[in-house]
């Protein structure tokens, strides 16, 4: 498996985007769909992440920074058809690798509260990730689900 930085521009990646934000924006929730497009992905504080095998996109990530001890996890995806094969898990060991050597002292997320974001939370707490309140520009929201962990 490659994990490359970057990969915005490659057509998998942007099918595997497309489908992401209209996944989360078809289940709005009170507190809006906190899901980062193309034009997000390409901030400054943020940065990209695609995996790869064989030139098949498995999945792909994303860091915020929110201050320069804070980082949080965005668009973490994994391509429906690579779904509990080890992609997940890459990238997400991958992101606490980059999150160490930036000299974050937390990492966080947020993540969706009902059944389909299970698989989801259940790889988050497998990595040491434990539910907190709102962090950020977040408020309490019944429908979303905070994680955070220590660097």
Not at 43 to 52: C, E, H, M, N
Not at 91 to 105: E, V, W
Not at 121 to 135: D, E, H, K, N, V
């Amino acid at each position: 498996m490659e994990i490359r930085e970057g990969g915005l521009d490659e057509p998998a990646v942007r099918d595997l985007l497309r489908m992401h934000l209209e996944e989360v924006r078809a289940k709005p929730t009170p507190g809006g769909a906190h899901v980062l497009d193309a034009i997000g992905l390409r901030q400054k504080d943020v940065t990209f992440w695609s995996a790869w095998r064989d030139g098949e996109l498995l999945g792909c990530s994303a860091i915020r920074e929110l201050d320069p001890a804070h980082g949080e996890i965005k668009s973490m995806r994994t391509a429906p058809d690579q779904l509990r094969r080890g992609a997940g898990v890459a990238l997400m060991t991958h992101m606490l690798s980059i999150a160490r050597a930036r000299g974050y002292r937390r990492l966080s997320l947020e993540t969706g509260a009902t059944p389909e974001f299970d698989a989801a939370q259940a790889l988050y707490r497998q990595l040491g990730f434990t539910y907190c309140g709102a962090f950020g520009d977040y408020r309490e929201d019944p429908l979303s689900r905070f994680m955070s962990r220590p660097i």
